[in-house]
């Protein structure tokens, strides 16, 4: 079959915050081909990434994305990966092309998967999905007692695993960051594992990270991440050689499986965080997958929004069964929460299962997202080339 | 002073052709503060990088690019570099931020200059200019017949260096791509610096690039350019164990001097090819010569579009005496010749010496430009973010 369209909704809560929130807005993909429907998720900032469909070549590698997927074969597996590289020779100067395939590939994939009646996972080779454990995926509170507060409801909830991060955490002293791991530790109990999320807060500045090292590993956190910008590799290296139990984690700014393979080999990362969103879609993310196991560093998602996306996260390594962490965010705004009609949540024993459904298993729900829809118009010499589309 | 206005004006020939040549379009920046002007460039797509200046925030980690510009204090290079600071950090979601940024920076460097009364590259810490030999920088013939021309045309008007790439090269076969670089060879004469460019033709293909390192050899070329993907680091590493007298170069694609750095420290690299429109402008282009100089790797510039982009990449290198090579780019589309009322040309000895003017040294001509125009209107929500603004 031949892909005939591919649409883009921007969706958006009526009032975003400034806060380190990723479920405030989405950009939703629609591809279809032969009268199947594939649905995808960019997780990028919605109207660049719109540009990056639309817009006019600049030159023979920086055309639009459309330009390299409309009118595409897709039979196969290996069309996908086909379509995949020619995106990112055809618009290879196109910086915001790499998240606005990240959205595409991932509709082909399920698209795929609908044809061929088989969950994602099983296309890319998994005999079945084996059980993660989520951890519940949280902003730190303001203060330690609103964080305490957290890791117990988090508790009561029966995650087994939690992470807290942003917030105030890095930007006040070294003692106030100390506050509120150690509040997090408490509220979550001294069996439940236990991560911090930076954020990127000290930039490549080691010593600042260096300096919550203790408090860290006083409270057996599993892992420090993001404690530098994606691609500090010396600054990850310099920590990581000092944090012992402490391990990093990182990656989920990688837009290419390049990027996260550097994380991987030079920035002694334990643990190398992809968003299926961003890095390329699934096909990108199976290989980092892949070459993580090779390398003996721990794979796992990276999803800060909706359950479509979190099922898209979860099947680049749904059948490697020794990486059993997986980010689940518990604090979706309701656009995110209502974008499927399914969802995907932990069982009684705090684990989560995939769908055996078809594709990624999920169903948009575009009734409930109508009211999130975000009207745009992009008109370039007095020609409309980007209108919101109707679900 | 507080910066007032950032306004991005996308340029394009009335035709854009399907080939390798980054001059058919433009994204001019000005930026103005307190009666001031400074103008720089993104090389970037021009639309996605116009959508991302101004589009709606998604959260506190992807704002659009104007938010941590205006209003900002802009008395010091310390000022520029903290803006620099603020947009990663505001923008670090938002892929398309680190083009858009470019030519932000550069701008702002352009009004400083200005404001002080001093070329940039005295802002940057440089008691003056050296000058750079600079490489006649073309696209190879169609044939072979049509190379050897070319090079006699190079060579005639004076250049001791030139650079091939693109067009056939690498896509047919190995004895195809010989008969280009032994004709450009013979065209250019035995004595002049010989570079090619693949273009990243080859993916992560090392077998495919071996295959032509003989030619290469045999022809006494003094680098071979993006043989791979940028950040394909184990492939260029393999490559340039075995390249010999050969060196490799590459990094244009970095978007931040961490990707830089990485192709340094871990790519084999010769020549660290810096595009100031794409790497975070001169802030960052100028970390990287640092970078490179202290690795022993040589920085040279990538600059394929106006001589507003030639004088702002040569900047960050500009009192490096012993960085002589710089790209000049010889087949300009009428659009970029015409963006500058001065250009930059080669002496007759074949050097070329950056202005002593104060910023950039250069003006763009506004009135040429008006009919290369592009009329582009984005309507979030009923409201209009962006309309091409007036000169």
């Given at each position: 079959?031949?892909?005939?369209?591919?649409?883009?909704?921007?969706?958006?809560?009526?009032?975003?915050?400034?806060?380190?929130?990723?479920?405030?807005?989405?950009?939703?993909?629609?591809?279809?081909?032969?009268?199947?429907?594939?649905?995808?998720?960019?997780?990028?900032?919605?109207?660049?990434?719109?540009?990056?469909?639309?817009?006019?070549?600049?030159?023979?590698?920086?055309?639009?994305?459309?330009?390299?997927?409309?009118?595409?074969?897709?039979?196969?597996?290996?069309?996908?990966?086909?379509?995949?590289?020619?995106?990112?020779?055809?618009?290879?100067?196109?910086?915001?092309?790499?998240?606005?395939?990240?959205?595409?590939?991932?509709?082909?994939?399920?698209?795929?998967?609908?044809?061929?009646?088989?969950?994602?996972?099983?296309?890319?080779?998994?005999?079945?999905?084996?059980?993660?454990?989520?951890?519940?995926?949280?902003?730190?509170?303001?203060?330690?007692?609103?964080?305490?507060?957290?890791?117990?409801?988090?508790?009561?909830?029966?995650?087994?695993?939690?992470?807290?991060?942003?917030?105030?955490?890095?930007?006040?002293?070294?003692?106030?960051?100390?506050?509120?791991?150690?509040?997090?530790?408490?509220?979550?109990?001294?069996?439940?594992?236990?991560?911090?999320?930076?954020?990127?807060?000290?930039?490549?500045?080691?010593?600042?990270?260096?300096?919550?090292?203790?408090?860290?590993?006083?409270?057996?956190?599993?892992?420090?991440e993001e404690p530098f910008h994606t691609g500090a590799l010396s600054a990850y290296r310099t920590l990581a050689a000092e944090s012992g139990p402490v391990r990093?984690?990182?990656?989920?700014?990688?837009?290419?499986?390049?990027?996260?393979?550097?994380?991987?080999?030079?920035?002694?990362?334990?643990?190398?965080?992809?968003?299926?969103?961003?890095?390329?879609?699934?096909?990108?993310?199976?290989?980092?997958?892949?070459?993580?196991?090779?390398?003996?560093?721990?794979?796992?998602?990276?999803?800060?929004?909706?359950?479509?996306?979190?099922?898209?996260?979860?099947?680049?390594?749904?059948?490697?069964?020794?990486?059993?962490?997986?980010?689940?965010?518990?604090?979706?705004?309701?656009?995110?929460?209502?974008?499927?009609?399914?969802?995907?949540?932990?069982?009684?024993?705090?684990?989560?299962?995939?769908?055996?459904?078809?594709?990624?298993?999920?169903?948009?729900?575009?009734?409930?997202?109508?009211?999130?829809?975000?009207?745009?118009?992009?008109?370039?010499?007095?020609?409309?080339?980007?209108?919101?589309?109707?679900?």
């Open positions: 079959m031949k892909i005939d369209s591919i649409d883009f909704f921007y969706l958006s809560m009526p009032e975003v915050l400034d806060i380190g929130d990723g479920s405030q807005d989405a950009l939703l993909v629609r591809v279809t081909a032969n009268g199947h429907t594939g649905w995808g998720e960019c997780e990028a900032a919605p109207l660049p990434s719109i540009a990056s469909l639309i817009c006019p070549m600049s030159h023979s590698a920086c055309k639009p994305v459309a330009a390299s997927v409309l009118g595409q074969t897709l039979d196969s597996p290996q069309d996908i990966v086909r379509i995949n590289r020619l995106v990112r020779q055809n618009s290879m100067d196109l910086l915001q092309a790499d998240h606005t395939l990240s959205g595409i590939d991932t509709a082909l994939w399920d698209l795929l998967g609908k044809c061929c009646d088989q969950p994602v996972y099983r296309l890319l080779g998994y005999e079945r999905a084996c059980s993660k454990t989520p951890y519940a995926s949280v902003l730190f509170g303001d203060t330690p007692q609103k964080t305490l507060e957290k890791a117990r409801g988090i508790r009561a909830q029966g995650f087994r695993a939690a992470k807290f991060g942003w917030g105030a955490f890095g930007q006040r002293s070294v003692q106030d960051d100390a506050d509120l791991v150690v509040a997090a530790r408490e509220g979550l109990g001294q069996e439940a594992i236990l991560c911090v999320d930076a954020g990127t807060v000290w930039g490549e500045d080691v010593d600042a990270a260096r300096a919550r090292l203790k408090v860290l590993q006083d409270c057996r956190v599993t892992w420090l990093l984690a990182g990656g989920e700014g990688s837009h290419t499986e390049y990027m996260a393979q550097a994380m991987i080999d030079y920035g002694g990362l334990g643990f190398v965080q992809i968003d299926v969103g961003r890095v390329g879609g699934i096909t990108a993310a199976k290989r980092v997958a892949d070459y993580a196991a090779a390398k003996g560093v721990t794979f796992v998602n990276h999803t800060f929004t909706s359950h479509l996306a979190l099922s898209a996260s979860l099947q680049p390594y749904a059948g490697l069964r020794d990486y059993v962490l997986c980010e689940y965010p518990v604090e979706l705004k309701p656009l995110a929460y209502e974008m499927t009609v399914e969802h995907l949540s932990p069982d009684a024993d705090g684990t989560l299962q995939l769908p055996e459904r078809p594709g990624l298993g999920l169903t948009p729900d575009t009734d409930a997202l109508q009211k999130y829809l975000v009207d745009v118009q992009i008109t370039v010499q007095g020609k409309i080339l980007y209108r919101t589309p109707r679900f």
